[in-house]
C-alpha cells in the first residue's frame, strides 16, 4: 500500500509570514492525525480528526495554527502568522480506525519548517 | 497527561552488541507501542504490547513490560549499523473530551558503531 503522503519536505520562511503543509493518509484510513516534533524532542500531537471531524485539538496554538480534513481525506495545516518557535518537523499520521487498543500510526516523512 | 519517558537519551554501541532502551510512564495503560525514526523520516511502527503481556518478540526485537513498575523495555539484540536510529516508546492517553491520543517520550538516540 502507498504511504502517507506529504508535501513540501522543507520550507523556510520569515517570521510572520503564513506556511501551509499538505498530507494525504493511506487510503481507507479514518483517523489523521498532525504532530509537531521540535529538534531532540518527541513528536506532540496538535490535532486529531475522525473522518473530517476534530477529535482533539486541545494543543493546536488556534491562535495562529489550522488545520482542516477535506472530504475525510486530505488535510491541510496553516500557520498564520509564523512564529521563530515555529521551527520544527510537522509529522502527518493516520490509522486504520479509532479502536481500543489503540491502533499503530503511519506517518510521512514530514515537512521541516525553517522559520526566520 | 502521561508522557513515556525513555532512558537512556543517547546509546552509542558496536556492531554485533545488543542494546537496551527503557521506558516509564506515569499512569495505567492498555497497551504500549515502540517507534522507530531514522533521521530526517517518519517514526515507524516496531512493536505493540498490551497490558496483560509481559514480553514480546519480533525478530531481533524482545519488548518487555512491567506494569507494576509503570515500564517497558527495548532489546535490540544483534545490533546493525542499520539500526541507528531514534527510538520512542508511545502510550494512550485520554484527552479532556474523552478521546484517545498517542503520546511519544523525548527517545533514545541509538547510534550503532560499524
Known amino acids: 500500500e502507498a504511504g502517507v503522503a506529504q508535501s513540501p519536505r522543507y520550507k523556510i520562511i520569515e517570521k510572520r509570514q503564513s506556511v501551509a503543509f499538505w498530507c494525504n493518509p493511506i487510503?481507507?484510513?479514518?483517523?489523521l492525525y498532525w504532530y509537531q516534533q521540535i529538534l531532540g524532542q518527541g513528536p506532540k500531537l496538535l490535532i486529531q480528526f475522525q473522518n473530517n471531524g476534530v477529535v482533539d485539538d486541545s494543543q493546536l496554538p488556534k491562535d495562529r495554527f489550522s488545520a482542516e480534513r477535506l472530504k475525510g481525506v486530505d488535510s491541510t495545516l496553516k500557520i498564520q502568522p509564523a512564529k521563530l518557535e515555529d521551527s520544527a518537523v510537522y509529522l502527518c499520521?493516520?490509522?486504520?480506525?479509532?479502536?481500543?487498543?489503540?491502533?499503530?500510526?503511519?506517518f510521512g516523512n514530514g515537512t521541516r519548517l525553517t522559520v526566520t | 497527561s502521561q508522557q513515556g519517558e525513555e532512558d537512556p537519551q543517547a546509546l552509542s554501541i558496536q556492531e554485533g552488541e545488543n542494546a537496551t532502551m527503557n521506558c516509564s510512564y506515569k499512569t495505567s495503560i492498555n497497551n504500549l507501542q515502540w517507534y522507530r525514526q531514522n533521521s530526517g523520516r517518519g517514526l515507524v511502527h516496531l512493536i505493540l504490547?498490551?497490558?496483560?503481556?509481559r514480553e514480546k518478540h519480533s525478530g531481533r526485537l524482545r519488548v518487555t513490560l512491567d506494569t507494576s513498575k509503570k515500564s517497558s523495555s527495548l532489546l535490540i539484540t544483534a545490533s546493525r549499523a542499520a539500526d541507528t536510529a531514534s527510538y520512542f516508546c508511545?502510550?494512550?492517553?485520554?484527552?479532556?473530551?474523552?478521546?484517545?491520543?498517542?503520546?511519544f517520550g523525548k527517545g533514545t538516540k541509538l547510534t550503532v558503531n560499524p
Open positions: 487510503s481507507g484510513h479514518a483517523t
Open positions: 499520521a493516520s490509522s486504520h480506525r479509532r479502536s481500543r487498543p489503540f491502533s499503530p500510526l503511519h
Open positions: 508511545a502510550t494512550v492517553d485520554i484527552t479532556q473530551g474523552g478521546s484517545e491520543k498517542l503520546v
Open positions: 504490547i498490551r497490558s496483560n503481556e
